[in-house]
Structure formats: C-alpha cells, structure tokens
C-alpha cells in the first residue's frame, strides 16, 4: 500500500520555467490537496480537490493550477515559477474525517 | 487572530517527563480535530485524532474544550523518540485542514 506518492522530491528551476508537481494515491480518497510550508508559516493550502473533477483554491493560489481528472491523481502546475514559490510542497489526502495522510513532499528551489 | 495558534517552543524536557501543549482555534464551527507530529524535513503524520469526550493513546492523551475552543496534547514519560514538532490541526469539512505551526519538543537524556 503506497498511500499518497509525490514525484519529484527535489526540484530547482530558474525563474519563470513552468513545472508539474505529481501526486498519486492508491487509497480511493475523494479528498485531495496540496500544501506550502515555509519557515515560521506553517502549511499554507493552495488548492483543493473534492472529487474528480472538481477544484477549489484555498489560501496561497496565487501562481498554480490544478486539475483532477481521476480520482487517483492530482498535479499542481506551476506556470511561471518565482523565487517567491521556493518552498517545500506537500500533496495530502483522505476518505473522511479521520485525518489526512501526507506524501513525503517536493522540496522546490527557484533561482 | 490568527486561526490556530500554538506556542512555538521549543519545550526542552528530560527524558521521564510529562509536557503539555495547547492550542486555541478561532472557528467555532470546526468540526474535526487532530494532534499531527513532524519530524525535521519529513511529512506530517497524524498522532491522533481529538473528541470532546477526551482520548487516549498510549503515553498520549488529548483534550478538547469545544466552549473555549481549545484542544490539549500530554505526552507522558517522554521518549527521546518524541523530539519533533507538534501540529495542531482543525477543519471544517472534510475538505481542507487548518494547520497552527506547531510547538516544538527537545526531550534530552
């Protein structure tokens, strides 16, 4: 059971290349989002996934897009990166309100 | 006001000890509760979920005061194990979780 996989774990892009952040979970979860967490904030949610098909922003959207095609899957594009977007990146997921289960994260740099 | 507000820290305790952390959340209308533990650079992993009856795991034990808004973790007989930052989490619906950013633990031979 791989529970919620993220790909890349580590990243560095030059300043306004675009990039996909992966995210894939095995475990039939409806509920899908992504993360930032920088130093002295905490994790701040970018944008969030209900189902398939349906995307929501959430505090910090500003410079990605996501899409949720299936239910498995749930990519954060990054447009034009910034070094502003250099952070650590974290995909969560979960069935219902029992807490959400986290991938190991993307660690981004941007130049 | 911030929406969940933790101590930082750190709280540097021996091994053997007892330690409490606090946290206070600002929408009555959360519904879930939950303590999450992360270690330096790692995922946050959930330690446990918080009812207002008060629950228990092990050395772990939370609290939640829906009236005050207010939810406790206390970690007894504390393990060297236990050094990590501690995450007080709350949502509203299923659908997004607010996180504080968390108090950090040291516990030292």
């Known amino acids: 059971n791989a529970g919620v996989t993220q790909t890349p774990k580590f990243q560095v892009l030059k300043t306004g290349q675009s990039m996909t952040l992966q995210c894939a979970q095995d475990?039939?979860?409806?509920?899908m989002s992504w993360y930032r967490q920088d130093p002295g904030m905490g994790l701040r949610l970018i944008h969030y996934?209900?189902?398939?098909?349906?995307?929501d922003q959430g505090e910090v959207p500003n410079g990605y897009n996501v899409s949720r095609s299936t239910t498995e899957d749930f990519p954060l594009r990054l447009l034009s990166a910034a070094p502003s977007q250099t952070s650590v990146y974290f995909c969560?997921?979960?069935?219902?309100?029992?807490?959400?289960?986290f991938g190991s994260g993307t660690r981004l740099t941007v130049v | 006001r911030k929406e969940v507000e933790q101590d930082p820290g750190p709280f540097n305790v021996p091994e053997g000890a007892t330690v409490a952390f606090n946290c206070t959340y600002s929408?009555?209308?959360?519904?879930?509760f939950f303590w999450y533990r992360q270690d330096c650079r790692k995922e946050p992993k959930l330690l446990m979920s918080?009812?207002?009856s008060g629950n228990e795991d092990g050395r772990f034990t939370a609290q939640l005061n829906r009236a005050s808004q207010y939810i406790s973790l206390l970690i007894r007989d504390s393990k060297l194990s236990d050094s990590a930052t501690y995450l007080c989490?709350?949502?509203?619906?299923?659908?997004?979780?607010?996180f504080g950013k968390g108090t950090m633990l040291l516990v030292s031979p």
């Open positions: 929408n009555s209308a959360s519904q879930s």
């Open positions: 969560a997921s979960t069935g219902g309100n029992y807490g959400y289960t």
């Open positions: 996934s209900v189902g398939a098909g349906i995307t």
């Open positions: 918080v009812y207002s």
């Open positions: 989490v709350v949502n509203v619906g299923y659908s997004t979780l607010t």
């Open positions: 475990m039939n979860h409806e509920y």
